[in-house]
């Protein structure tokens, strides 16, 4: 599948608490470095003709509004977890402006999620003012959104199946802590593997720093970035200044592009 050139903007990084976490009084959380104030962990992804979003999260309002995005064109989900799809309300926003539903592509476990958490957006009658949705549903297979096409990866957040996804030579992987050997086949050849790297400290259901950094030096990518990072991982000078030197953390604003 054919992949234009994609601009990567990281909207979030943070995990679900974000960062700085309510209420800490932690050297991280007291930072005054920018790249130390993480939202909860999404990405924008546009080609010439294309716009869309990687889950909508409680900051997602304020994650559009950073960037300045103007037309979105698409929402995919990764999975239903609330620091996931808590912000899907606004995009009626764009609903007034483009005067369309907004496409939203997720699996059906997803799906049921949406329909659970925003029922007011698909009952018969419907209040003014709420959400349009269109729904589509996602398997395994390989699909377009626009001009881009999306290749799904299934991998495991404890028990849960959750998809990442593969853009011609990008990859993005939240929320995880296991990959089976046949999603990983799908990974192979990527050149920018995007993974969450949730402390240094193991988690009952997601990669921990060494845990990503040994998953990207096995499957040999360019650069690697990781995301869905809690206070407890350190600063993000500190821990970048322990990295190799092909990988690095993510933070809130930076750009990549995927050719």
């Known amino acids: 599948m054919k992949c234009p050139p994609l601009k990567i903007t990281f909207l979030g990084s943070g995990t679900s608490s974000g960062v700085p976490m309510i209420a800490c009084e932690c050297e991280v959380c007291r930072s005054t470095d920018k790249k130390d104030k993480r939202l909860r962990a999404s990405i924008l992804i546009e ?14 309002r304020y994650q559009m509004l950073r960037q300045k995005v103007k037309h979105l064109d ?4 990764t999975h239903p977890h609330k620091d996931h799809i808590a912000g899907l309300d606004d995009v009626r926003a764009f609903n007034y402006f483009q005067e369309q539903p907004m496409q939203v592509y997720a699996n059906q476990m997803t ?6 958490e925003f029922a007011y957006a698909f009952a018969d009658k419907k209040y003014p003012g709420i959400p349009s949705i269109e729904l589509n549903s996602i398997t395994l297979d390989p699909f377009w959104i626009g001009d881009i096409p999306v290749s799904p990866i299934m991998v495991w957040h404890l028990k849960m199946p959750v998809y990442g996804f593969r ?16 999603e990983r086949e799908k990974i192979k050849g990527t050149e920018i593997l995007v993974l969450n790297a949730l402390r240094k400290e193991k988690h009952i259901s997601h990669f921990t720093l ?7 030096e096995n499957m040999k990518v360019s650069k690697a970035y990781f995301t869905h990072i809690s206070h407890q991982l350190g600063k993000h000078r500190d821990v970048e200044d322990e990295l190799p030197e092909h990988i690095h953390l993510s933070y809130d604003g930076l750009i990549i592009d995927s050719n």
């Open 47 to 60: 080609s010439a003709n294309t716009t869309l979003v990687i889950d909508t999260t409680p900051d997602f």
């Open 74 to 77: 698409a929402v995919l989900f």
């Open 167 to 182: 853009f011609g030579n990008f990859t993005y992987i939240t929320d995880a802590n296991k990959i089976d050997d046949q």
């Open 210 to 216: 060494h845990e990503a950094v040994e998953i990207a």
């Open 111 to 116: 799906i049921d999620a949406i329909m659970r």
